[in-house]
């Protein structure tokens, strides 16, 4: 666990105990908090400098803000040794009873005609005075109008209010309280992971107040993590689910997560009604809503994992019976819903991002239910999807790619939830549609599987049309689907359906279809050793691609003619090919088909026994791969790279980078040797009769161990020469080798250990941005892995000393 960041007054032994004092009516806290200690940190420095004097803790119902406020008060109360005073409103809902109830709990006689106020502010006027104030959301405009009075009046007085949402007023710090932190899923969801995890931390520790031998263990970690993360981290969800552990195993409550609002009931019996079941805290707050508020959340809730304000304008908006929201009306009514927490924001550049928590989203729906309006907002929600990835589709091969990569990725359940809308309402053209114009984004990244499934579902769906849309698209998905199929190496599967794309083609008169399905078919051939057939095939494709004029699939018909040309030994013409392939796909601007024609160029100068060469391209393949998120393509570079290298007389490297291969691979799920690439295991073989089985199993256990980042990282580093540059921390400034001071920051970090992601957060950079720095270390010091920066800066460290005395 990390250093605890309170004060040291505030450790959580300490918290639980009231401060020894009579001003103060602080509620007695039973239980630890728990995963809280920054948030305590920064809110108890807010108040005891008095820079601000209303902070008002934001948050959506059941996230722990009454908790809080409480016990920073309690940590709080020495430093104001006039008092501290707790004042719960939810009971009032009048906000004529403001000034009585804060009157109240301050032990002051009730007054008629507003005396009751000046009261308050005689009694508080002179006094160095915390005021809690404790769910103000329903009487919000009450509640701002007596705070700026009794903090204009009592110039040492303190507001520490909880609410929904902001009093907005002047001099008000707003301290938003998210959920608890969620164990990391790509960490595996094992014993540590978890056990670090502060959501996993309150499960289990409310767990054992009713089942006090329930553990965290080996065996139910990953379960509980994902009980954790399915709840989104809400305290109060958390220990809802947790109350169960009495009578259901942990994997029990997962799989009754679906119907998590009858599950999540129970609570103390002296808990506040809002606060007994995870509904009741949602409906408080949904009531508290307006009716034009209360529409778009519910007709939000249909994004799963969020989206960005213009999907919410295309989905927001809508003429229901009783539900009329117009587009100009739907921002501000968001903005309104983020202030009151039930939808949060954060930075997706280059646009915000809107989600819900899960639970949220979860209650959302079922109120979109029990208004009628589901159909109509999920029509609304998969016709926008549609235009957007409609828009995506041409981009996906051009300059922008990466972007919109990038974009759809972030949209990705989103638009698998739009696919699923379109198949079960019968939408056929609608799916095809959608489906073919997602195909570059799912082969590119990777999603193969997935891709290829909703292609053959809808190209199934399609059979039953006979429209002439519908069948030029089916040519089009057809071809898309053996493309996959072919990445997925059922080769079989793929010959199959780029056929069938070539005989529509034919019949439908179509020339760019039946082009694009020669050079397809070209491939399949040439895989399956028919090299003769492949050409005539290829040349074939030419032949139309020249007559229509398209460049992208004429830049694919030379790409795969220059393989087959490669493979039949002729490198002149292979070489001649790829590199008309290469300049059309460069002035295109499609990153991906650039790396892959410069893999392409690379395997050709390692026939050739030109390694150094095959290292160039092969290193822009890398590049290129790494940048569009391709991992099995990295994967298969760094294979092709460990050839050249090898052939190059470095046997040490090259073993590194596939033990790095082999470890990505098995971390995908399979090891794959890429196809027309050297087989991995003669590959190391090789490098371990040039090393010795001692060295070799070092290197390659150092690049098993390799993130993708760390693996591209090391491949770019500049190639060994014979002659090492000066490993230099400080020199003159014509010395390039210098590092920078980001570039020290970066090594020093390194040397302790730390991975990429770690390093980002410490110095407040990108990944990206680390990435780079990683490379440009490497190559200054002279070295190729990041494990040997520590020993590479202590060996500069100490040659400089030498040299100075």
Sequence with gaps: MPASSLPPHMDRNSMIRLPESLAQNLPASRTPIVGRDDELAAIHQTLADGRYRLVTLTGVGGCGKTRLATTVAAAIHPVLADGVWFVDLASISDEALLADTIAAALELPLLVDGATVDAVIVFLRRRAALLVLDNCEHLIDGCAVLVEQLLTACPHLRVLATSREPLQIPGERQRRIGPLTLPDPAGGMELNEAAD???????????????????????NASVVAAICIRLDGIPLALELAAARVRMLSVEQILARLDEMFQLLSGSSRTAPTRQQTLRATLDWSYDLLTPGEQVVFRR?????????????????????????????????????LVDKSLIGVHQRPPTAWYRMLEPVRQYGIQRLTAAAEMDAAL???????????????????????????????GERDNLRNALLWAAEHGEADMALRMAVALFHFWEARDYLTEGRGWLEQAIQASRSSNSAESRDLRVKALRCAGRLAHQQRDLSAAESFHSESLGLARELNDQLGIAAALSELAMEARLA???????????????????????????????????????????????????????????????????????????????ANEPASAEQHLRSAIAGHHRLGNRWFVIYDLQWLATAILARGEPRQAALLLGAAHGLGDALGEVITPIGG????????????????????????????????????????????????????????????????????????LARGYRDRQIADELSISVATVGVHVH??????????????????????????????
Excluded at 548 to 570: C, N, P, Q, V
């Design 379 to 409: 029509a609304r929600h998969a016709a926008y999807y549609l235009d957007l990835a409609l828009r995506a589709e041409p981009a996906l091969s051009g300059p922008s790619q990466v972007e919109w990569l990038e974009r759809l990725e």
């Design 678 to 749: 050297a087989n991995a295991a003669a590959l190391a073989a090789q490098a371990r009769v040039a090393l010795g089985d001692t060295t070799f199993a070092a290197a390659w256990g150092e690049g098993l161990l390799m993130s993708r980042e760390q693996a591209v990282a090391t491949a770019l580093a500049a190639p060994d020469t014979h002659e090492k540059p000066v490993r230099s921390i400080s020199g003159s400034p014509a010395d390039d080798t210098r590092l920078t001071r980001r570039e020290l920051q970066v090594a020093s970090l």
């Design 300 to 336: 939000l809730s249909v994004f799963a994992s969020g989206c960005d304000i213009e999907a919410a304008e295309a989905v927001g908006v809508g003429d229901e019976i009783n539900a009329a929201v117009d587009r100009d009306e739907v921002v501000d009514l968001i903005t309104r």
């Design 776 to 805: 440009r270390v490497l190559g200054k010091l002279g070295i190729r892995s990041r494990w040997q920066v520590g020993e590479a800066l202590a060996d500069t460290s100490q040659r400089q000393q030498t040299t100075q005395t």
């Design 529 to 607: 050793g028919r090299l003769e057939q492949s050409t005539a095939l290829a040349e074939e494709s030419l032949t139309l691609c020249d007559e229509i004029g398209d460049h992208a699939t004429t830049a694919y018909a030379l790409l795969e003619s220059g393989i087959t040309w490669k493979d039949r030994d002729d490198l002149a013409q292979a070489r001649q090919y790829l590199n008309e392939s290469l300049a059309m796909y460069q002035t295109l601007g499609d990153v991906r088909f650039i790396a892959i024609t410069q893999a392409m160029l690379g395997l050709t100068a390692l026939k």
């Design 197 to 219: 995890s502060p959501a996993v931390q309150l499960f289990v520790e409310r767990a054992q107040d009713g089942a006090p031998d329930f553990h965290l263990t080996t065996d």
